[in-house]
């Protein structure tokens, strides 16, 4: 009987409630996905819910026309992805991201931002 | 199942739990049973040669299949034809430089110290050397737990990064003390069926491979609820996903599994004594060969399903599916983040025109939360423009949509999103979202 408790009470542990994931999504960002900003970043940064690789991790940010602003590569540290960013002027900049986790699985995903008034 | 990459996982899998459960049998059980055989027994000679060939075509299709993995892994990271991923060098970056890739390292030098240790340790001969016996243990173990490392487990944050692999790396050495060791005892019972006085040796393997496989069922058990904390989280997710599905069905294997090996200690086992019934102890003989032999096929099922799990999101990944599958190009996404809870909201096409919302409503741990009701607002950018205010349906995935919304005009949107959640409970959450001009 004591046997069954204990069996019972290990299948009960999948139910309970769970903080963490795996994959890398996007969690937030800077500046802030779809959001509109003032004055121009000088950097985007990414923010994920997994460690990225950075060998095999990428973004990119493009303006309306789809010409590059970014300074080409990404810095990759732990779960956050950081590109520079030339100086922007005002309109909408397009982030693409491309994302591959410790645990061997790609992610990517889009946003976009504003910059100045609406 | 047309995915290549299935079958390298399942043969990898099946390999690796194998090769180190024929060591771990070797040494934990098929030499302290030899002990108990009669002088002039054969059976012992016979099955260390089985043994041997069996470790050897193991660790071999183990390499085989490694290397098909790193290859099928590499292209997967660099997005390039397993051929180029070869001749481009991704395959060195791979090594070099990701968490996978290392453990691969890790793994092919266990590979190679595992061939030295077999070349002497298991042959005709009876291993007599103890730092060779404790030395093949440890690396079987390595070769096993070490697969953690290449899946699902590595890619916990926080507590969860220690905890995730630790227990999932304990869940395959005792795969492999249990399931892997499953032919070799097969083998063993074929062998001392066949050789009239090996009666005692059946006894003492089977004995000792029962008290191995309790061992290893209640790690299991224990590793394995772990595991489905992280990577599934919830009974809805364990009832709504295909990852969570089949899961289900591994655990039901498994306990099927569990059941027989109860059966084979209580019902079978005490059938064989030296002075029982000579019929009886053939007939429980016989019958537990068979049951070795279901349970290999059982293991056998269950490895090709943990193949497939490797390459399904998991379930407590799944309800992300609008991030995970990428957001469309055309789409305007907003992720709204109180301490309350969270939306994610995507307006597709993300232009002036008609269109759609979809919003998912999350708590704070990502769970899915459950609204009774959601209305959504567009307020337009110009000052005095008429704010639209609609409720939503819930559709089948349990996200909320809004269609035909018609978007007059370009610039920053302002989007609330307002969830009834229970009797005087409301959860409001405002962003502002880029709506781009017409095409």
Not at chain 1, 8 to 26: D, E, G, K, Q, T
Not at chain 2, 58 to 82: D, H, I, K, R, Y
Request: aromatic share 8%.
């Amino acid at each position: 009987m004591r046997t069954l408790i204990l069996i019972v009470s290990l299948l009960l542990v999948p139910l309970l409630p769970n903080a963490a994931l795996a994959h890398a999504f996007l969690d937030h960002a800077s500046p802030l996905v779809g959001s509109t900003v003032a004055a121009a970043p000088h950097e985007v940064a990414l923010w994920f819910t997994q460690d990225l690789e950075p060998a095999f991790s990428s973004v990119e940010v493009t303006d309306a026309g789809g010409a590059r602003v970014d300074q080409g590569k990404a810095a990759v540290s732990a779960n956050t992805m950081r590109i520079g960013l030339k100086s922007l002027g005002s309109g909408t900049y397009r982030v693409r991201w491309h994302a591959l986790s410790v645990d061997t699985h790609t992610t990517e995903g889009s946003f976009t931002f504003h910059v100045g008034g609406p | 199942l047309s995915d290549p990459f299935f079958y390298v996982r399942a043969v990898h899998f099946a390999a690796t739990l194998l090769v180190a459960g024929v060591a771990f049998f070797v040494v934990c059980i098929a030499e302290p049973a030899f002990r108990t055989a009669k002088d002039g027994s054969r059976v012992a000679g016979v099955v260390r040669s089985r043994l041997t060939f069996l470790a050897w075509l193991a660790l071999a299709l183990a390499v085989v299949s490694g290397a098909a993995w790193l290859v099928l892994t590499a292209a997967a990271m660099s997005q390039q034809p397993p051929a180029e991923v070869v001749s481009q060098g991704v395959l060195w970056t791979v090594l070099s430089s990701t968490t996978f890739g290392n453990d691969w390292l890790a793994r092919f030098a266990l590979a190679c110290l595992f061939a030295v240790l077999l070349a002497p340790g298991l042959s005709q001969r009876r291993i007599e050397s103890r730092p060779v016996k404790a030395a093949l243990v440890i690396v079987a173990a390595a070769f096993a737990g070490s697969l953690a490392w290449a899946g699902h487990a590595a890619g916990g944050l926080g507590v969860e990064a220690i905890v995730h692999p630790a227990a999932d790396a304990l869940h395959l050495v005792a795969a492999a003390a249990w399931v892997g060791a499953l032919l070799p005892l097969w083998l063993l019972l074929q062998a001392a069926a066949s050789d009239g006085g090996s009666l005692a040796v059946a006894r003492t393997a089977t004995l000792r491979f029962s008290t191995l496989g309790m061992a290893a069922v209640a790690t299991i058990l224990a590793t394995g609820s772990i595991n489905a904390w992280c990577l599934v989280g919830s009974f809805a997710a364990l009832a709504g996903t295909d990852y969570g599905r089949l899961l289900s069905v591994k655990v039901v294997l498994f306990f099927v599994m569990v059941a027989v090996a109860a059966f084979n200690r209580l019902g079978l086992m005490p059938h064989l004594v030296a002075d029982g019934h000579p019929a009886a102890t053939v007939t429980a003989l016989r019958q537990l060969r068979r049951n070795a032999a279901f349970e290999t096929a059982a293991g056998a099922i269950i490895i090709a399903i943990v193949a497939v799990l490797g390459t399904l999101p998991p379930a407590s990944h799944a309800s992300h599916h609008p991030v995970y599958g990428g957001i469309p190009a055309d789409a305007s996404f907003q992720h709204i983040h109180t301490g309350q809870g969270m939306a994610d909201v995507m307006i597709e096409p993300g232009r002036v025109g008609t269109t759609r919302a979809t919003i998912h409503l999350w708590d704070d741990d990502f769970n899915e939360l459950d609204a009774q009701a959601v209305t959504f607002t567009l307020t337009p950018p110009a000052a005095g423009g008429k704010p639209l205010t609609r409720p939503a349906v819930q559709d089948a995935d349990g996200a909320w949509v809004v269609d035909g919304i018609e978007l007059s005009q370009p610039g920053n949107w302002t989007v609330t999103v307002d969830a009834v959640l229970g009797p005087g409970n409301r959860l409001v959450l405002e962003a502002p979202i880029v709506i781009d001009p017409k095409q």
